[in-house]
């Protein structure tokens, strides 16, 4: 008992001294600092959708890439209903959701009629609360809007 009130009392002491070292600390990924992506698409708040994101990035290039990096984690198409929902495919579908926001107004303009769909789509997935009967629904929209953008965007 004794030593887990002074654990308490350690760790009440120096996690404000942890964060402030680490307030405006620069972090660096493998090609130089990350630094948030300033953008028009931000929303109200203006907190970025990604942060080490290069605006100079081919729109395509991102979104299709995400959507890849979400199908790793979705039942085949027209197998919907045998699909789960955990935090994993909610995370990677919310994922999708910040790169669309972030270059979706930058995708060429046949692919950018598929940008509200598959965000709309995305937001309604990724909150766990989602009902069943939505999700499904959504997941269909989703495929199709993926869809509609791998089909617009120019091959690399």
């Known amino acids: ?20 070292c680490s307030a405006g600390r620069s972090h ?3 090609s130089g600092p990350l630094s948030a992506v300033q953008s028009p698409t ?19 290039a991102r979104v299709v890439s995400a959507i890849g990096f979400a ?43 598929f940008e509200v769909p598959l965000r709309d789509a995305t937001d309604g997935l990724s909150p ?3 009902p069943r009967e939505e999700q499904l629904r959504l997941l269909k929209q989703y495929r199709s809007a993926a869809q509609g953008v791998r089909r617009t965007c120019p091959k690399p």
Do not use: H, K, W
Not at 10 to 18: G, I, N, Q, R
Not at 42 to 60: L, W
């Open 1 to 20: 008992m004794r030593t887990t009130a002074m654990a308490v009392i350690c760790l009440s002491a120096t996690l404000p001294l942890l964060a402030a």
């Open 28 to 30: 660096r990924g493998p």
């Open 71 to 113: 199908d790793s984690v979705l039942e085949p198409a027209g197998e919907e209903r045998r699909q789960n929902f955990d935090a994993a495919v909610r995370g990677r579908l919310a994922y999708v959701e910040g790169v669309v926001r972030e270059y979706g107004p930058r995708l060429p303009e046949r692919a950018r009629r």
């Open 128 to 130: 766990a609360a989602t």
């Open 42 to 60: 931000r929303d109200p708040t203006n907190g970025p959708y990604m942060v080490g994101a290069d605006p100079a990035d081919d729109p395509c």
